[in-house]
């Protein structure tokens, strides 16, 4: 890859050297703005020799005296590698990237203002005495080294492309960082207001179609992997008072096109897998475990790998580049994995202003002053521009900033403003747990964002958590819609106590799986059925499927487990779908006979290869379009086909007989089921042939299911060919267990999200652990270090994890020693 970056940046350096220099050569300049990874510093900044030794991937070893000299060094290296990305994200958070890039990204700092997570994490770190000690120190002494290497280092070409400087990073930038993280776990703020504005144009029947109960299509929970027997039904769920959907018209595209955007600068979580086995199930005799979280898809990764020790402390572990302390780690006593759990933590409300008086806002009845804030934000090339952010008991009002909004005014609440979160504790003190007790304790603080949390230790246990404050709300109450904000009937009445929380530790069975299913399908008290954005759980009954084939795994079969891209649905879709055009296909066109050839004949594995598998994509896009678009018009379609809810949808629509819609327009005629089925096939056939020509050995997946690796400088060529990693043909989909998934609503098959990373821990015998990252562990894209992953990624290849101390020494690349002086 850095032979064609070489290659390829001669046609354009009178470009580049036109913005970064007026003379010289742009090649010498690029080369330069790499940060010296073989050295020796001088600095008052460490109190004893520390030394960072990246190894052939590029993975800094931090071995220190102590713990302010290995975070200092960690933050050093982490900016040496990531610097723009951490400014990114700083500037995400906190409203500030129209500053840097102008305009066209207002709306976005208009949002993430609006959610208040620069005064949320203001709140937090006022309230210090609160915060574990230990964990600010060691925050500091991260932001110390970050700094340090901002007035030493060379800045990212970024920073000269763009016109600007870093200012120094502080605690307020890493704390709001994490108020995204939490935010991007919320999914309320697309389905609630979706179901909401949907409700005028379905019956009462199609949306209970359209939203299905989770246990009407999916079997497997973490907590009864077998199914649920008897199937727990949901409490009954009718709002005391009905909002008009046609109130909040024009309110869901906009928040969707604005994170959509977002998500491209800062990727969103979006799922997950992880599973852990006793020892009794390993062939080693070890307890094993296996991560791979879903992010959307990023460049550079989301994740920054490094290994840190110092007396007393070990983990190598995977980083947000703004976080001193692992989301994810291991070391010889224990290691974890996350996933996300899922569960409702944010409501929207409909709120009533005062019609005289906009400073008063209905609450439980009566009129009630609200809270406002006013911030300026700077525009690159403009002049700056007011926010005045409304505050009602719920919380922020977010339809404010949306342009030509004219509905109801909605605010949000959501557990990270409601309760306190002392993540930065949590982060911190999983890491330093050196027994399973500890370990939960810090589990146990988390309030937002829902996590499932999973646990490996060298003693042999294993455990999962569902970690996060769950809100207890009235009977009536359902977690799908916006509620009335007037009348107080509507609000949470508290939230369940982290011991009531589902959890498991060392099952019966040996083996724990999390896959953004649901936790269990038994009622909590005093809850009742978990309410959530649970995910199909077609990944999580595939890998139960695979991991009771045989008793007893080993890290290396795993490999096939993780990597598996087949739909477990998909067989019995396809017979479905084969049933209806069996009756037909003696009137297909050549082109549909070879597209019914193909589908019959599909194994359900999504390899890039595959022919059977695109004609099966497109053809359940075109009957979900057939059923829904002619009722809720193409961009409620959109968006509905972008949430998880349409999986199970399909699944009802291909196993019922009678028309899946009825609608509430009387001019439309409900369409039998099999004229859909029928007509999705023939569309799907000719987009196909439109697009790919009527040979069907074009018709491969991985000629239309790519990946790309794209850098926000990256979005304007040329500087693509530059900053840009792929495309490459992918495999799978959504549902697969290895999620390369596109969005079902966008249509256009190009990932979107991915396996973050893909990793395979034994605890006891780290050195036999694997791991892989989707590009790179540099952000800088002139580095060696920058996509050497990519075409082991797509390849499904894993490395090995240097962790010893002698494959440290045998494996090092680079070497950079930090003196005090």
């Not at 603080?445 to 499932?452: D, H, M, R, S, T």
């Not at 439309?668 to 009527?694: H, S």
Request: charged letters at 20%; hydrophobic letters at 35%; a positive charge.
């Amino acid at each position: 890859m850095k032979q064609i970056r070489k290659l390829i940046l001669y046609p354009i350096t009178i470009l580049v050297a036109a913005i970064i220099l007026l003379g010289g050569g742009t090649w010498i300049y690029l080369t330069r703005q790499l940060p010296d990874i073989d050295a020796t510093l001088v600095t008052s900044q460490v109190k004893e020799k520390t030394r960072i030794i990246r190894d052939k991937w590029g993975v800094p070893h931090i071995q220190a005296a102590n713990g302010d000299d290995a975070y200092f060094a960690l933050g050093f290296t982490t900016a040496q590698d990531r610097l723009f990305q951490m400014e990114l994200q700083r500037r995400l958070a906190k409203g500030e990237l129209a500053q840097i890039f102008g305009p066209g990204l207002l709306s976005i700092d208009k949002m993430f203002s609006t959610l208040m997570l620069k005064q949320r994490a203001e709140d937090y770190l006022a309230q210090e005495k609160n915060i574990n000690h230990q964990a600010l120190q060691f925050l500091d002494a991260f932001l110390r080294g970050i700094n340090y290497f901002i007035t030493t280092g060379p800045l990212p070409v970024e920073y000269t492309l763009l016109g600007f400087k870093p200012k120094p990073f502080t605690r307020l930038d890493t704390i709001s960082m994490l108020g995204y993280v939490a935010y991007s776990f919320a999914d309320g703020i697309k389905r609630d207001s979706l179901y909401t504005i949907l409700e005028p144009y379905l019956t009462v029947n199609d949306l209970k179609m359209v939203f299905p109960d989770y246990a009407l299509e999916n079997k497997v929970s973490i907590m009864e992997p077998t199914g649920p027997s008897p199937i727990a039904q949901p409490r009954t769920q009718k709002a005391l008072k009905k909002l008009s959907g046609k109130a909040f018209a024009g309110l869901t595209t906009p928040l969707q096109n604005i994170l959509n955007q977002a998500a491209q600068i800062v990727p969103a979580f979006t799922g997950s897998n992880s599973w852990v086995l006793a020892p009794t199930r390993s062939k080693n005799g070890h307890a094993l475990l296996a991560n791979d979280p879903h992010i959307g898809i990023a460049n550079p990764g989301v994740w920054y790998e490094a290994h840190v020790q110092y007396p007393g402390y070990e983990n190598y572990g995977y980083h947000l580049p703004l976080m001193p302390f692992p989301m994810l780690a291991h070391n010889k006593i224990k290691a974890w994995a996350i996933t996300m759990f899922e569960n409702d933590d944010l409501d929207l409300y409909g709120e009533t202003f005062h019609p005289d008086n906009p400073t008063l806002v209905k609450f439980k009845g009566e009129w009630t002053q609200i809270k406002t804030i006013t911030k300026n934000i700077k525009v690159k090339g403009e002049s700056d521009k007011t926010l005045t952010i409304r505050i009602t008991p719920h919380g922020p009002v977010i339809s404010d900033f949306i342009k030509g909004y004219e509905g109801t005014p909605v605010s949000i609440s959501w557990v990270y403003h409601k309760m306190d979160n002392p993540i930065l504790d949590v982060v911190f003190e999983m890491g330093k747990a050196t027994n399973m007790t500890q370990f939960r304790q810090a589990v146990s603080k988390l309030a937002a964002p829902g996590l499932n949390i999973s646990y490996i230790d060298h003693k042999g246990n294993i455990a999962w958590w569902a970690a996060g404050r769950l809100p207890i709300r009235p009977s009536h109450v359902s977690g799908k819609k916006i509620h009335d904000g007037s009348s107080g009937k509507d609000e949470a009445l508290g939230y369940l106590p982290f011991e009531s929380n589902p959890h498991l530790v060392n099952p019966d069975n040996g083996i724990i799986i999390t896959a953004n299913n649901q936790a269990t399908f038994k009622p909590i008290d005093p809850i009742g059925i978990l309410s959530g954005y649970f995910r199909p759980s077609d990944r999580a009954a595939r890998i139960y499927e695979l991991l009771n084939q045989k008793e007893k795994w080993s890290l290396e079969e795993f490999k096939k487990i993780q990597t598996d891209s087949k739909i477990y649905a998909g067989t019995q879709m396809t017979t479905n779908i084969l049933a209806i055009l069996d009756s037909q296909k003696t009137t297909f066109t050549r082109d549909e006979q070879k597209a019914f050839i193909a589908l019959k004949s599909w194994d359900g594995f999504m390899k890039t290869q595959t022919i059977g598998g695109t004609v099966f994509q497109f053809t359940i896009y075109h009957i979900l379009k057939q059923t829904l678009e002619p009722h809720i018009g193409s961009e409620n379609l959109k968006t509905y086909l972008n949430l998880v809810d349409h999986w199970d949808f399909l699944k009802q629509i291909l196993k019922t007989a009678s028309p899946p819609i009825t609608g509430t327009n009387p001019s439309l005629t409900p369409q039998k089921r099999d004229t859909i089925i029928l007509n999705g096939f023939k569309n799907a056939v000719t987009e196909i042939t439109t697009n790919l020509g009527t040979n069907e050995k074009n018709w491969t997946w991985g000629s239309v299911h790519t990946i790309e690796y794209v850098h926000p400088i990256g979005k304007k060529k040329p500087f693509n060919l530059l900053f840009n990693v792929g495309p490459f043909p992918s495999p799978a989909e959504f549902t697969a267990i290895n999620k390369l998934k596109s969005k079902t609503g966008d249509h256009n098959y190009k990932v979107s999200s991915l396996p973050s990373t893909r990793r395979l821990i034994d605890c006891n015998d780290p050195k036999e652990s694997w791991s892989i990252i989707p590009t790179g562990n540099s952000g800088n894209f002139m580095s060696n270090f920058y996509d050497d992953q990519a075409k082991m990624f797509i390849k499904d290849k894993y490395r090995r994890i240097i962790f010893t101390k002698d494959e440290i020494q045998k494996e090092s690349s680079h070497i950079l020693s930090l003196l005090p002086e």
